[in-house]
């Protein structure tokens, strides 16, 4: 039986398109989050070209399959010309309607792309997800067979391997063993690869009656493609007259090896990683008292907006793998551009010497940035991107001969970052008291949580008491302050506190009236978080200083960027006997893999409309926050783009907090988790910040696992009114 038809992938889109959401929404006799559970496994069959006989091999997987006592089901997302859907429901004695395991299917025999425009199709990736994840909790093994091999384009910018990563299967690769296999085998093997998709075999099938007997290549080939390529060969399908299931299970049973291809050598044992991280690793703001009691998660890999544990299990990441991925991850347009990259030079100095993605970066930076913002310094974090800009306003007063201003102002609930230079600016004292002694004295200007105002104090006139104070430091000090360091609009690690319309702008008109610098970090809040690509420009406000890390690089590597002004700059242009340099540096300074990870993550909020796509799912998002305020033990819900925080309080007329060692947000998280949703509280404060590439769908299933987290944790019983329809 041959194939006669090529295939493309998609990619899945998520239901905003086009800044509005789609009027048709996805299949959802199932959630999305909950499909993700541990019923079934599946496996993607693949091929070197279009008619090696995927569609045998999937007939014989799935007829050895059953034979050993496992549940089989069958998808063909995409096939243009012939029966295959038909052939395999009869074949295999499935239950599905046609339609059920062929989702999109043209008459015409030509790559998919192409005969999808023919047709007026219209390919809708999430569909093929959905769909997958609903054969999953019904069979223990679901086959996807694709078409034609991994480069074949379903839409002109979404290819077959798109929708193998997007679905998160491991593949089969379908290939033929006769003269001129090695070369295509090996290339979709590498290719495979190099996208981070394991290979869990080759399987070779005699789509041709070998005439006078298998010659040279057919016996040789297998063994070779298996010792060059070091995956495993899974058998030779021989050439059958016949393909019932009967003469199946007699040619094929002792020819194909089923324990190689249900094996995944690439799976690490969760227990012993689990073990080895105990022994070895200091997690991060982690008590590890009660780590070493605990069950860690262990990621092994990831895909779209989930990750998979080396057991296996999916969650669906709540928090960007803490606030920093932003097109979902393994991004074929990001994960491109740092191949490429290696392939030229992975690092080199900045000191004495330039690269060429830092170049284009820097530019690329400074057209995006608000006006204003011309030179870029690069370092490797948040911290670090905070520290340049203090260091710099610092000696640009000292270098333009006003030495008084030595102070640094700050904002007493700020958090900067963990080096001590950004721990001096911080004012959570959580974090940052225990190294008082190692820090440098600071200017911390009160500025609260709007939330925990003081007894009748109330926004507005709130709002312009605290910048009263701020103008009234401003008067008594501005003299000695260098700098001021502010959070902008969103002050994320001190609880997702969200300012009031206006305090920005005002804020940077009261540092030019006194001659202070302001330095605005956008470390959380930068690339799309709030809504636009920079918080500032919510207020047109350019900062003298804007510092960026975190999303930077689209959440790949470690890349910081501290953008400032042609006035500071020119304020450290003096001869060289003068001393004057800034003298700071790192030795990963302008990375040329983070350069080239940042470029493509900048090209990909084009290319995709990222920035355009945001205004539904923030409105979404703001709709479906509106029923946590409801709930008895929520005290109050803060949002401003995609970054929200839902506080939890013991008495919501009082305000009065849980006890830090009831671990309420821990335990909110925690319940989250065994739903399959990762969250990290901050303190009593749940935060949601999921990738900007989020589903509509993937939201529900955000919200739905946090509400559910939360009423269970709390005892909180959901008002009637409270439940979606």
């Known amino acids: 039986m041959h194939e006669n038809m090529d295939q493309e992938i998609i990619n899945p889109l998520d239901f905003f398109i086009d800044g509005e959401v789609e009027a048709k929404p996805a299949d959802k006799t199932k959630k999305p989050g909950k499909s993700h559970g541990p019923r079934g496994q599946g496996l993607f069959i693949t091929a070197t070209d279009t008619g090696v006989g995927k569609t045998v091999c999937t007939q014989v997987l799935g007829v050895l399959l059953k034979n050993r006592g496992q549940a089989v089901g069958v998808l ?6 012939g029966r295959d859907a038909a052939y395999l429901k009869k074949v295999l004695n499935l239950k599905e309607a046609e339609e059920e395991i062929t989702l999109y299917k043209a008459d015409e025999p030509l790559s998919p792309h192409l005969a999808f425009q023919r047709q007026k199709i219209h390919f809708e990736p999430q569909r093929v997800i959905e769909r997958y994840h609903q054969q999953r909790q019904r069979y223990d093994y679901t086959l996807v067979e694709g078409a034609g091999g991994l480069l074949v384009p379903i839409t002109e910018t979404y290819w077959m391997i798109d929708l193998i990563r997007d679905l998160g299967l491991d593949i089969v690769i379908v290939s033929r063993p006769d003269l ?7 290339l979709t093997v590498h290719q495979a690869q190099a996208r981070g998709i394991t290979v869990r075999g080759i399987l070779f099938n005699q789509c041709r009656k070998p005439g006078g007997g298998a010659g040279i290549p057919e016996r040789t080939n297998p063994d070779i493609i298996g010792r060059l390529s070091r995956v495993p060969v899974l058998g030779v399908i021989p050439h059958m007259h016949r393909l019932d299931n009967q003469t199946i299970q007699k040619q094929c049973s002792k020819k194909i090896d089923l324990r190689a291809l249900l094996r995944d050598p690439q799976r690490p044992d969760s227990s012993r990683w689990a073990a080895w991280d105990k022994e070895y690793v200091w997690h991060p703001f982690t008590q590890m008292k009660d780590w070493l009691k605990e069950d860690p998660m262990i990621i092994d890999r990831a895909s779209g907006l989930y990750l998979e544990d080396t057991a296996g299990r999916k969650y669906l990441d709540g928090i960007s793998s803490l606030w920093v991925n932003v097109h979902g991850h393994a991004h074929k347009d990001i994960d491109a551009a740092i191949r490429q990259q290696i392939n030229k030079v992975s690092h080199c100095t900045l000191l004495g010497s330039s690269n060429t993605p830092a170049i284009e970066l820097a530019k690329k930076l400074v057209g995006i940035a608000p006006a204003g913002l011309n030179k870029v310094f690069y370092s490797d974090n948040g911290s670090t991107a905070v520290e340049v800009a203090i260091k710099m306003a610092y000696q640009y007063w000292q270098n333009t001969g006003h030495r008084a201003k030595t102070k640094i102002a700050h904002l007493e609930n700020a958090y900067h970052g963990d080096t001590l230079g950004s721990v001096s600016v911080g004012g959570i004292g959580l974090f940052h008291k225990v190294f008082n002694r190692l820090t440098f004295k600071t200017v911390g200007i ?12 109330q926004y507005p ?22 700098t001021l360091v502010i959070e902008p609009l969103v002050q994320a690690a001190a609880g997702i506190i969200v300012w009031p319309d206006g305090i920005l702008k005002r804020i940077k008109l009261l540092c030019e009236k006194h001659q202070i610098l302001l330095i605005a970090d956008e470390v959380a809040t930068g690339f ?5 690509m920079f918080a500032c420009e919510h207020e047109k406000v350019t900062p003298d200083f804007l510092c960026l890390a975190k999303g930077l690089t689209g959440g790949y590597l470690p890349l910081a960027a501290t953008l400032t002004t042609r006035r500071i700059f020119d304020g450290f242009l003096f001869p060289y006997q003068a001393r004057k340099t800034f003298f700071h540096g790192h030795t990963y300074t302008g990375n040329p893999l983070g350069c080239a990870a940042a470029l493509a993550n900048i090209k990909t909020f084009e290319s995709e409309r990222t920035l ?21 033990h929520v005290g109050q819900v803060r949002h401003k783009g995609l970054m929200a925080g839902i506080e939890l309080v013991r008495d919501k007329r009082s305000k009065a907090p849980y006890r830090w060692d009831e671990k309420v947000g821990i335990r909110v998280c925690q319940e989250a988790r065994h739903r399959g949703v990762l969250l990290r509280p901050l303190g009593n404060v749940i935060v949601l910040m999921p990738p900007l590439s989020i589903s509509r769908n993937e939201m529900d299933t955000l919200l739905d696992t946090a509400y559910e987290g939360i009423v269970k944790v709390t005892g909180d019983k959901p008002p009637p009114a409270a439940k979606r329809k």
């Open 446 to 457: 009160p500025f609260p949580d709007f939330y925990r105002a003081p007894s009748g104090k």
């Open 180 to 186: 001129g296999t090695i070369n295509h085998t090996l």
């Open 612 to 632: 355009a796509r945001l205004a539904p799912k923030i409105r979404y998002l703001a709709s479906r926050l509106k029923k946590f305020e409801e709930l008895k």
């Open 528 to 532: 799309g978080r709030t809504g636009k």
């Open 461 to 482: 006139q709130y709002t312009e008491e605290c910048l009263a104070e701020i103008e009234k430091v401003f008067a008594q000090k501005g003299r000695e302050i260098a």
């Open 76 to 81: 063909k997302p995409v096939q243009c010309g």
